[in-house]
């Protein structure tokens, strides 16, 4: 089983700002320092990404794997691992609540590698992760 982390953040833009900034899946390489690049490999009936093969600097490898994103309504993005080597599971989720023009996200995140780590390394890096998606987040979407 993974290691679960979840954290929230306000940031100063509306849910279709934020949405907009989540979606560009290929531009995660501009305000993500871990995340080298992105493929979209498909997209559903809206054009949004469905199918994401990402290559990223875990700092102890270099880590490749493919997401499967799923949406719940215009406001719910959760995604999942379809393949992966060094990576169990890598599922996640974004929750996006109108604050009267302000956003409200919250980031999921449930995390588990293959390689024989201890529980609290793992948390560790799950935490990082987070920490490094929201703040990275709210700095590309309340600068443009």
């Given amino acids: 089983m993974g290691q679960k982390v979840s954290d929230t953040v306000v940031i100063d833009a509306t849910p279709d700002e934020v949405l907009a900034v989540i979606l560009d899946l290929e531009a995660y ?23 994401a093969r990402f290559d990223v600097d875990a ?25 992966g080597e060094v990576l169990r599971q890598l599922d996640g989720s974004y929750t996006l609540v109108d604050r009267d023009g302000s956003t409200h996200v919250t980031y999921a995140l449930e995390v588990d ?8 390394i793992k948390k560790r890096a799950a935490r990082t992760i987070l920490d490094t998606g929201l703040k990275g987040l709210k700095a590309r979407v309340e600068s443009t």
Avoid: C, H, K
Wanted: glycine residues 8%.
């Fill in 29 to 51: 390489p501009e305000w993500s320092d871990d995340v080298n690049s992105v493929d979209v490999v498909s997209t559903d009936g809206q054009g949004r990404p469905r199918d």
């Fill in 113 to 120: 590698i293959s390689m024989p780590v201890p529980g609290f």
């Fill in 59 to 83: 700092r102890v490898a270099q880590v490749d794997y493919v997401l499967r994103y799923d949406y719940d309504g215009p406001a719910d993005v959760q995604w999942s691992l379809l393949e």
